[in-house]
Structures are given as C-alpha cells and as structure tokens.
C-alpha cells in the first residue's frame, strides 16, 4: 500500500512538473513568435487561451503546439516543423524526485504525417497523450465527437464496432510515424531505440529514415510502421516505412497520430472527401458517433467533470 501511494505521488509530482514546464515552453514560443512577428498578436492569443480549464478541451495541447509550429513556421515540409518540434520537446524534459531527467507526460509518443501526391505539402498529427486511461478515452471520444473530420471519426466508430474499414482513400495518400524521443526520453530507452533501428534496415522505403538521420542532433524520431488498427481502418494508404506484420498495441482505435495527420488532410482537400469509397454498414454513422458522445458523457461523470445538460467545447475560433 505505501509503495502505490509513494509511486502515485511520485507520478503525480512528474504530472504537475511536466505540466508546468510544457506550458511554459509553449508560452515562450508563441509570444517569442509574435515579438518577431512571425505570428499575429490575435492568433497568439487564440493558442494561447487553449489551455482554458472551463471548457472541455478539444484536442490534446501537444497537437496544439503541433499546429502553432506549422503556422509559425509557414511550412509544410516535413522536416523543417519536425525539427522544430523536437527542439521544443527537448526543452521541455522535466526531473524525477531523484534529480534525474526524464521525459515529459504531455508530450506524444507518436509524430505522424501524411500528405496527397505532393510530398512537400504534409498534414500533421500526434499520438493522444493524456494521463490515465479514462482521460484518454475521454479525449479519444472528444475528437470524434468535435474534432476530427467527419468521416475519420466514422473510421475509428467502425473500427471499434465492426472491426473493419469504413471507406478506401484514393490513390496517392502516403503516410510516415516516428516515435518522437527527447534527449533524456533516448537516454532512458537507448536500447529500444537501437532496435528499432535495426528492424528498419529491413524496410526498402527510406524517406522516413532519411528525415530521422537529419534531425538526430536534437533528440532523436524513429520511423515506425503503423499499428494493426490504423492498417485495419486505413489499408489503401502507403505507410511509410510499412510491413506485413502489424503491431496489436495496447491502445484503442482513435489513439493513433495518424487520425490527427488524415483528419487534416480531408478538412483541407475537397476533392479527397468527394472521392472516398465508403463502405455500407448496419448502424449509420450517425448512430455510431451517437454512441461515442454517450461514451463520452460516462467518461466525463466518472472523470467528475460537471458539463451540465450540455457538453460545452473550447471554440479557438471565439
Ligand atoms: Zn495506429
């Protein structure tokens, strides 16, 4: 009992920590990034007020960031922002109670990016970072029910329901992951790390490899194929780098960076969206994402979180 109350502390302790020092890096970006007017004083605001406490928040603040970067920077080329990002993450390493670093909870596992026929115009996303499972299905339902594009949130419902996908992309969408790892994070998993490498050099595909290469100095990306379920939803797109054995994992449909990076991708390209084949199941899309925001509801009660008759949502528009 004395060591699960010492260990939730301790976690709790390296939670505020992490949480301090992330704000405070992403504070410093964005008005450092206005000071040097590379981001209007309006837009800097709207970010910044994202990390609101009375609204249930939309998205997780590490994809926040993510999309302050692509702004700031006015890019999307792929290693230019995923540069930046690992900068950043770097800096926002925190230290245990034994004085030793250790990377920070907020900040995702998984980096992914994904774009159509055009490889210097990316579309960005990250893995869903919460603490403790019930935040993270909570925030998994809040992103179908609020933030995703329509038909990725119906992916992931069908992926849930029926074990299947629920439409085929056109050809041309390709897609690369990394595990995003900060100095201490690759200290701390070097080993891993060093695996992981060498399973690569089996993989024929290498612009994923290429852009990790480029960005060790700062911390280190690790190409990695997509996990079963996003090879399950998303069969038709060519992952970079890609194998016939797909990893189970030990999350859900919905977790993945890759819904982040696709959902932005269909919210900018019509034409995408005109073109998905979809595929006929017994619940409507409506039913199902009818479903998720019951779930949500459920979450939240257990989560304590008092919405109300009605769930309200940070507009970043307002
Ligand atoms: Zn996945």
Redesign the pocket.
């Known amino acids: 009992m004395v060591n699960f109350v010492e260990a939730n502390t301790r976690q709790v302790q390296i939670f505020a920590k992490s949480e301090t020092q992330f704000f405070y890096k992403f504070l410093h970006f964005i008005a450092t990034s206005v000071r040097e007017r590379r981001l209007n004083g309006d837009r800097g605001r709207a970010y910044i007020k994202e990390e609101c406490k009375t609204h249930l928040p939309t998205r997780p603040p590490y994809t926040v960031l993510l999309d302050a970067i692509v702004e700031i920077k006015g890019t999307r080329n792929a290693e230019d922002v995923l540069r930046c990002l690992l900068d950043l993450t770097d800096k926002m390493d925190v230290t245990n109670d034994e004085g030793k670093q250790c990377g920070n909870v907020l900040v995702s596992t998984v980096i992914s990016c994904c774009n159509f026929n055009d490889v210097t115009t990316n579309y960005f996303g990250a893995s869903v970072s919460c603490m403790g499972w019930k935040q993270r299905k909570a925030m998994i339902n809040i992103l179908c029910c609020k933030t995703w594009h329509k038909d990725i949130s119906w992916a992931v419902c069908v992926g849930n329901t029926y074990n299947e996908k629920a439409f085929t992309f056109p050809a041309g969408v390709c897609s690369m992951a990394f595990n995003i790892y900060s100095s201490a994070k690759a200290t701390e998993q070097k080993q891993r790390i060093e695996r992981a490498k060498a399973r690569l050099q089996r993989f024929q595909m290498i612009r994923s490899r290429n852009i990790a290469n480029i960005l060790e100095p700062f911390g280190t990306l690790v190409p990695r194929e ?2 079963k ?2 090879f399950i939803m998303f069969p038709d797109i060519c992952f970079d780098p890609s194998s016939h054995s797909h990893n189970a994992g030990k999350w859900e449909y919905g977790n ?1 960076a ?1 819904c982040e990076s696709l959902s932005q991708l269909l919210y900018s390209d019509e034409n995408i969206v005109q073109r998905l084949k979809r595929e006929t199941f017994t619940k409507t899309p409506e039913v199902l994402l009818n479903e998720k925001y019951n779930q949500l509801k459920e979450y939240l009660e257990k989560l304590n979180f008092n919405f109300g008759n009605r769930i309200l949502y940070y507009n970043n528009q307002a």
Do not use: A, G
Request: net charge negative; charged share 15%.
């Open positions: 997509p996990c379920y996003c993945c890759e």
